[in-house]
Nanobody, 120 residues
Framework: HVQLVESGGGSVQAGGSLRLSCAAS????????MGWFRQPPGKEGEMVAR?????DYADSVKGRFNISKDNAKNTLFLEMNSLKPEDSALYYC?????????????????WGQGTQVTVS
């Protein structure tokens, strides 16, 4: 049974930073593709970043966000810097089996419960 548990969301002022974590169980972070998605209120979800061995980012977050894996802890991270109000959303951790394939949410097999990020 795969379980993804996010943490680290919160409220920050514009220009601040947050670090999201996604702890995986029943799933091996190091040998699979994982990503972060976000969904602002009333809008469609979008992929923020994904990673198998190296990170791949949405244009809107390039240079500000960094995705990483701690294989020993079986955990995925998203370091978010220079946060803007438009980054406010519910952030989800997602996982695929194997290599990264596609950026649409439907291409991901497993999802966490989400963690709220609010930037004011």
């Amino acid at each position: 049974h795969v379980q993804l548990v996010e943490s680290g969301g919160g409220s920050v002022q514009a220009g601040g930073s947050l670090r999201l974590s996604c702890a995986a169980s029943g799933y091996t972070v190091s040998t699979n593709c994982m990503g972060w998605f976000r969904q602002p209120p009333g809008k469609e979800g979008e992929m923020v970043a994904r990673m198998f061995l190296v990170g791949d980012y949405a244009d809107s977050v390039k240079g500000r966000f960094n995705i990483s894996k701690d294989n020993a802890k079986n955990t995925l991270f998203l370091e978010m810097n220079s946060l803007k109000p438009e980054d406010s959303a519910l952030y989800y951790c997602a996982a695929q089996n194997g290599w990264c394939r596609g950026t649409h949410p439907s291409s991901y097999n497993y999802w966490g419960q989400g963690t709220q990020v609010t930037v004011s």
